[in-house]
């Protein structure tokens, strides 16, 4: 009997999280609930807009503090302009709260189904978030929230989101403006009302083209190799881990792998297994820092798959990169619609060189011989100001584009009353 009642660790933990969830929801339905019986007594008539009391007017949503140097850039120019921004943000330890901002105003929201909750209640004019889906999964559109808009945190194609990632914004900021024609096309293939498309640049990028000036040169270091690859069945160190490795160890150069976060989420036993492989490799480094920057700095050539750290590398350090197995899997994405190339890997044909399977026992030679030519360094030029446009101005440009929408907004308003 006693059997009957045992509840896996899995399921309890998805039940805890619904209760919460609907606790969070009873809570914040009372608190409207009373706001609207308060209304009911004001003597206000029915069917007139107004802004409650809690209505801020520009909002960054941040899931985690990965994304703060997205949102950094933005942060900063609220605050040179002196205007409030309300930053909500589902990290404790967000580095927002470290920062001395007299302006930007944030907040611990919670993880998971308790910031969602707080966020489905929102009011708001101008709401900014990375996080795709809304309306979709859990994050649903509040009705008290004039303008959801989606800021793109990849310079590669803004398909790669699962499906219906960005379908139900109001708005896409993108880092450049190749990424809005797609956009458009599944638009157009789907019947949906078009969003509207800004090309501010890319933020975090901006943030690491600073930070990184700041890392000092090695005076002399050993020829390095970056190993940075993507994660889930199609990447580079679950499809080859030792076959890759093995034959790069023995080169005697200095490797930094660096595995891609969810990988100590997702494939912690592969990440185990392979780092007791090597623990013994002097030449072997693993690196987890949250930053990427420190690594590719150090790096000479860069190994990858279809990552969007390539992005990352060749923007910013202008070095050759070389890719394995560039193929993903699209069917869960949104450009499996599209039923074309994506750009990324397109224009990686064009600045990367191809590394095969059948090259790694002799890839000391195919390194040596990978020679960085001027063919290479135009296309990573070309890709460069492509997918990263604006360079240095991204937040002022994403600022102005909130508070245009929000005084728009208030201009509706006044005309309408």
Same mark, same amino acid.
């Given at each position: 009997?006693?059997?009957?009642?045992?509840?896996?660790?899995?399921?309890?933990?998805?039940?805890?999280?619904?209760?919460?969830?609907?606790?969070?929801?009873?809570?914040?339905?009372?608190?409207?609930?009373?706001?609207?019986?308060?209304?009911?007594?004001?003597?206000?008539?029915?069917?007139?807009?107004?802004?409650?009391?809690?209505?801020?007017?520009?909002?960054?949503?941040?899931?985690?503090?990965?994304?703060?140097?997205?949102?950094?850039?933005?942060?900063?120019?609220?605050?040179?302009?002196?205007?409030?921004?309300?930053?909500?943000?589902?990290?404790?330890?967000?580095?927002?709260?470290?920062?001395?901002?007299?302006?930007?105003?944030?907040?611990?929201?919670? /993880?998971?189904?308790?910031? +969602?909750?707080? #966020?489905?209640?929102? %009011?708001? =004019?101008?709401?900014?978030?990375? $996080?795709?889906?809304?309306?979709?999964?859990?994050?649903?559109?509040?009705?008290?929230?004039?303008?959801?808009?989606?800021?793109?945190?990849?310079?590669?194609?803004?398909?790669?989101?699962?499906?219906?990632?960005?379908?139900?914004?109001?708005?896409?900021?993108?880092?450049?403006?190749?990424?809005?024609?797609?956009?458009?096309?599944?638009?157009?293939?789907?019947?949906?009302?078009?969003?509207?498309?800004?090309?501010?640049?890319?933020?975090?990028?901006?943030?690491?083209?600073?930070?990184?000036?700041?890392?000092?040169? /090695?005076?002399?270091?050993? +020829?390095?190799? #970056?190993?940075?690859? %993507?994660? =889930?069945?199609?990447?580079?160190? $679950?499809?080859?881990?030792?076959?890759?490795?093995?034959?790069?160890?023995?080169?005697?150069?200095?490797?930094?792998?660096?595995?891609?976060?969810?990988?100590?989420?997702?494939?912690?036993?592969?990440?185990?297994?392979?780092?007791?492989?090597?623990?013994?490799?002097?030449?072997?480094?693993?690196?987890?820092?949250?930053?990427?920057?420190?690594?590719?700095?150090?790096?000479?050539?860069?190994?990858?798959?279809?990552?969007?750290?390539?992005?990352?590398?060749?923007?910013?350090?202008?070095?050759?990169?070389?890719?394995?197995?560039?193929?993903?899997?699209?069917?869960?994405?949104?450009?499996?619609?599209?039923?074309?190339?994506?750009?990324?890997?397109?224009?990686?044909?064009?600045?990367?060189?191809?590394?095969?399977?059948?090259?790694?026992?002799?890839?000391?030679?195919?390194?040596?011989?990978?020679?960085?030519?001027?063919?290479?360094?135009?296309?990573?030029?070309?890709?460069?100001?492509?997918?990263?446009?604006?360079?240095?101005?991204?937040?002022?440009?994403?600022?102005?584009?909130?508070?245009?929408?929000?005084?728009?907004?208030?201009?509706?308003?006044?005309?309408?009353?």
């Amino acid at each position: 009997m006693n059997s009957l009642l045992y509840i896996d660790p899995g399921t309890g933990s998805m039940l805890f999280s619904i209760l919460l969830g609907a606790a969070a929801t009873l809570f914040f339905l009372g608190k409207a609930a009373i706001l609207k019986i308060k209304l009911f007594f004001s003597g206000k008539k029915a069917g007139v807009v107004e802004k409650d009391s809690s209505y801020k007017p520009y909002v960054v949503y941040c899931e985690g503090k990965q994304y703060w140097n997205v949102f950094k850039p933005v942060a900063d120019a609220f605050e040179t302009r002196r205007t409030k921004l309300t930053y909500y943000t589902s990290a404790k330890d967000d580095p927002v709260f470290d920062m001395d901002y007299q302006h930007v105003h944030a907040e611990f929201i919670g /993880e998971g189904n308790a910031a +969602f909750v707080r #966020l489905n209640m929102l %009011s708001a =004019g101008f709401v900014l978030m990375t $996080t795709p889906g809304l309306n979709v999964y859990q994050l649903k559109r509040s009705k008290k929230v004039k303008h959801y808009s989606h800021i793109v945190h990849m310079p590669n194609d803004a398909t790669t989101y699962r499906l219906f990632g960005l379908d139900f914004f109001d708005s896409v900021l993108l880092t450049g403006d190749y990424q809005g024609r797609d956009i458009r096309a599944l638009e157009k293939q789907r019947g949906i009302p078009q969003k509207e498309l800004v090309t501010v640049g890319c933020t975090y990028l901006d943030v690491l083209a600073e930070r990184i000036k700041t890392i000092p040169d /090695e005076t002399a270091h050993p +020829f390095t190799v #970056l190993v940075s690859p %993507s994660w =889930g069945e199609s990447a580079l160190l $679950t499809r080859y881990g030792e076959r890759l490795l093995d034959p790069l160890v023995s080169t005697g150069w200095r490797i930094i792998v660096r595995p891609h976060p969810q990988s100590k989420k997702s494939e912690a036993g592969m990440l185990e297994r392979l780092q007791n492989r090597y623990s013994e490799n002097k030449n072997l480094e693993w690196d987890f820092e949250r930053e990427n920057i420190f690594a590719m700095k150090k790096a000479d050539i860069m190994i990858s798959d279809f990552s969007g750290i390539i992005f990352d590398y060749t923007f910013l350090c202008d070095k050759p990169v070389m890719y394995v197995n560039a193929d993903m899997e699209l069917l869960p994405y949104d450009a499996w619609d599209l039923h074309k190339p994506l750009w990324q890997f397109e224009v990686l044909k064009k600045m990367g060189i191809e590394l095969k399977e059948s090259q790694f026992d002799s890839i000391k030679d195919v390194i040596q011989n990978a020679s960085d030519s001027p063919d290479l360094a135009y296309a990573r030029k070309a890709a460069k100001s492509e997918a990263w446009m604006h360079c240095g101005k991204s937040g002022a440009l994403v600022a102005d584009y909130m508070t245009a929408t929000v005084e728009k907004q208030n201009s509706t308003s006044e005309k309408t009353a």
